[in-house]
């Protein structure tokens, strides 16, 4: 019975922390298709037409995809950030072990 106490718990516990996983699993129960995890977007925002002309011509010539490129030009941004907190991170705790 303890056993399937703690099996329940941990259950929770992995739905708690991934519910958009688990509501495409209900989403199947209900349709009998899963659908996307994740889906695309249309952004608004405003950039420089000169820029924007030349980004999109550059992309033409060499066969690229615009919103690819954005996409990793936004997770590379993203994980240069998250880099730089964990080395001021470490850092901060550098200084404290100095001071004691």
């Known amino acids: 019975m303890a056993e399937q106490k703690t099996f329940i ?8 922390e ?3 996983m688990f509501s495409v699993f209900e ?10 995890r994740t889906y695309k977007t249309r952004p608004s ?6 820029l924007f002309n030349r980004y999109r011509n550059y992309c033409k010539k060499n ?3 615009m919103s690819a490129k ?3 030009f936004i997770r590379k941004e ?9 080395v001021l991170l470490e850092e901060k705790a550098k200084k404290l072990k100095l001071k004691k």
């Open 9 to 16: 718990e941990k259950a929770k516990k992995v739905i708690a």
């Open 18 to 20: 991934n519910p958009d």
């Open 78 to 86: 993203l994980d240069n950030i998250a880099f730089e907190k964990l």
């Open 45 to 50: 925002f405003t950039i420089d037409e000169d």
């Open 27 to 36: 989403e199947f129960d209900r349709t009998g298709k899963f659908r996307k």
């Open 63 to 65: 066969g690229l995809s």
């Open 70 to 72: 954005i996409e990793n």
